[in-house]
């Protein structure tokens, strides 16, 4: 309903269609980030408010039994089919195309470079005007470009995630072998797989590649653990022999990115934190970076 209600403030890919996705029985829309009074922007939050209220009026003994609460977490613009996740093999898709968002992203360059000869300067650019700027969006694998800055995708930015989810059993003594970030969960493949034991099974690594020279690289990711103990394992991102191309301009395009999902998680975790929940208790599981 507030989908057709509110089309504008849904995510579109740069062909102007709509992803939509599946978590179970339910279906996933996406919704843009940082569209801040639109019509589902106020629902959620009025809907976060009335359970905040619910809450914090029960008994001192029920608030007691409140762990922690989750506000928004796997917020991003990239959109791939959330089952695949577990073991994605597909190229993942890039958002957002609305007209609001590329506003956004226009408004980003503006604060930074303040005029566009001094965005021109930095990146050998040749723009008259920031309305001539669109988001960035041509696959430089397949599409015809027609200048150097037009190629978009997901490690154009020139820093390659590494992102993969391992359980280690019972033997906790086993190792990743890699100076990753640790500890993340990873809900789909915790209720994909009845046998985990737990959620906290992903781990990620970012690979800054602008200042390496043209070859190709390997990256070792093995999994140290004993004959006997069996534990299970994916490489998500990224597949084997990726290529990947550093795009200067499209580091201000990640950057205004990332900075909107930051912004859209912490709008949504103040209303918690301000709550009888309170900072302690609040949390996100953000994986990937945008």
Known sequence: MIAKL?????????????????????RI???????????????????????LTQICEMSPSGKNKIRSVITLSSVRYT??????????????????Y?????KRFRFYLINKYKTNNKLNDKLTLNFNFF??????????????????????NYDSSGKLTLYSWA?????KSSKIKIYADIGFNMMVVYQAIPTLETSVVRYRYYL?????????YSVDRPVQFSVEN??????????????????PFSEDFYNSKENEVKSEISDYADIVRASCIGKEKTFSHQIEPV
């Open 29 to 51: 829309y996406p919704w843009s980030i940082n569209s801040n009074q639109s019509l589902v922007d106020k629902v959620r939050k009025a809907s976060l408010n009335e359970i």
């Open 167 to 171: 359980d280690l059993g019972k033997n």
């Open 208 to 216: 800054d590649f602008r200042n390496m020279s043209h070859g190709i």
């Open 230 to 247: 069996k534990i299970l394992f994916w490489y998500v991102y990224p597949r084997s022999l990726t290529a990947v191309y550093y795009n």
């Open 98 to 102: 609305s007209t609001d968002s590329i």
């Open 131 to 152: 309305d001539e700027i669109a988001s960035l969006s041509k696959n430089i694998m397949k599409d015809d470009l027609n200048k150097f800055f037009e190629p978009l």
């Open 6 to 26: 509110d089309s504008r403030s849904l995510m579109q890919l740069s062909d102007g269609t709509i992803p939509l996705d599946k978590y179970f029985a339910s």
């Open 79 to 96: 959109f791939h089919n959330v089952w695949g996740s577990i073991g994605y093999k597909e190229k993942m898709q890039l958002t957002d």
